[in-house]
């Protein structure tokens, strides 16, 4: 069982939602990156999703553009990634997915990438520019790593489609919770939902709801339809912004609404 089963599986036993943190990797630095992957464990978070710089982050919006193009500007690069991994792995189980572009696979090569991952200690990997009918490129290479290759369901998914993600789904169903980009802003949840609830009778893998959440409410709402939700851009603007401290202080109370709103 994958490091990520196994946390949801603890989730599950313990009746407790998921709470996954994205950090961009490189920001403000190696050492900050390992330092604010310390500080979220601690605080709280059941995963670590790392964001790879990339130079066109079509998914994303403008407080991850900004983390990336800095990180891109400090001189992070995808073999410093793999280090990064590397190190967290010398200290820590927690389970840890990257979120990247093709592009930058493709440049690595599909399957040195997959593997050098995996061979750091990685256990999924997020591309939201992949679409599902061409995901072989990466899910032969991914299951024999023993990586999750992570599926996307959308308010715009339709019941076809959702049935061939569902039959790929591994680790957790990434559920967006609206059209757009990432982004702080105020969600209606009833879109997603109602795809959410669809999916589940297609699938035991477990549901993680992102894009939007960057609020103790926010992250309460999520959890309702979902079984973890993830938290990226409300994070990175304060380690930007304000500094690891505020990162710390804000996890834990993602941490207890969580908790508190079972």
Same mark, same amino acid.
């Given at each position: 069982?994958?490091?990520?089963?196994?946390?949801?599986?603890?989730?599950?036993?313990?009746?407790?939602?998921?709470?996954?943190?994205?950090?961009?990797?490189?920001?403000?630095?190696?050492?900050?990156?390992?330092?604010?992957?310390?500080?979220?464990?601690? $605080? /709280?978070? &059941?995963? =670590?999703?790392?964001?790879? #710089?990339?130079?066109?982050?079509?998914?994303?919006?403008?407080?991850? +553009? *900004?983390?990336?193009?800095?990180?891109?500007?400090?001189?992070?690069?995808?073999?410093?990634?793999?280090?990064?991994?590397?190190?967290?792995?010398?200290?820590?189980?927690?389970?840890?997915?990257?979120?990247?572009?093709?592009?930058?696979?493709?440049?690595?090569?599909?399957?040195?990438?997959?593997?050098?991952?995996?061979?750091?200690?990685?256990?999924?990997?997020?591309?939201?520019?992949?679409?599902?009918?061409?995901?072989?490129?990466?899910?032969?290479?991914?299951?024999? $790593? /023993?990586? &999750?290759? =992570?599926?996307?369901?959308? #308010?715009?998914?339709?019941?076809?489609?959702?049935?061939?993600?569902? +039959? *790929?789904?591994?680790?957790?169903?990434?559920?967006?919770?609206?059209?757009?980009?990432?982004?702080?802003?105020?969600?209606?949840?009833?879109?997603?939902?109602?795809?959410?609830?669809?999916?589940?009778?297609?699938?035991?893998?477990?549901?993680?709801?992102?894009?939007?959440?960057?609020?103790?409410?926010?992250?309460?709402?999520?959890?309702?339809?979902?079984?973890?939700?993830?938290?990226?851009?409300?994070?990175?603007?304060?380690?930007?912004?304000?500094?690891?401290?505020?990162?710390?202080?804000?996890?834990?109370?993602?941490?207890?609404?969580?908790?508190?709103?079972?």
């Amino acid at each position: 069982m994958s490091r990520i089963a196994e946390r949801f599986e603890q989730l599950k036993a313990e009746e407790r939602k998921g709470f996954i943190a994205y950090v961009t990797a490189g920001l403000p630095d190696v050492a900050g990156t390992l330092q604010a992957v310390k500080v979220l464990e601690t $605080a /709280g978070a &059941d995963i =670590i999703e790392i964001g790879i #710089p990339f130079s066109d982050p079509l998914a994303d919006g403008p407080v991850i +553009q *900004k983390a990336a193009a800095l990180a891109i500007q400090a001189g992070m690069t995808t073999p410093k990634v793999l280090e990064l991994i590397r190190t967290i792995r010398q200290t820590s189980q927690i389970p840890l997915v990257v979120m990247t572009y093709i592009n930058t696979i493709l440049n690595v090569g599909v399957e040195k990438f997959v593997r050098s991952f995996a061979d750091a200690g990685l256990d999924g990997i997020i591309v939201p520019d992949l679409p599902l009918e061409e995901s072989e490129l990466l899910s032969l290479f991914c299951q024999q $790593a /023993g990586i &999750d290759l =992570i599926q996307f369901v959308a #308010p715009t998914t339709t019941k076809m489609r959702l049935i061939a993600t569902c +039959q *790929k789904a591994q680790g957790f169903v990434y559920c967006i919770s609206n059209t757009g980009v990432t982004g702080v802003r105020e969600v209606d949840y009833s879109q997603i939902a109602a795809v959410m609830d669809d999916v589940r009778c297609a699938t035991d893998v477990p549901l993680a709801i992102g894009f939007g959440i960057g609020s103790t409410q926010g992250a309460q709402q999520a959890a309702k339809h979902a079984d973890a939700v993830i938290v990226g851009s409300a994070i990175m603007k304060r380690l930007m912004d304000e500094g690891i401290d505020s990162v710390r202080t804000f996890a834990k109370s993602i941490r207890s609404a969580l908790d508190e709103g079972v």
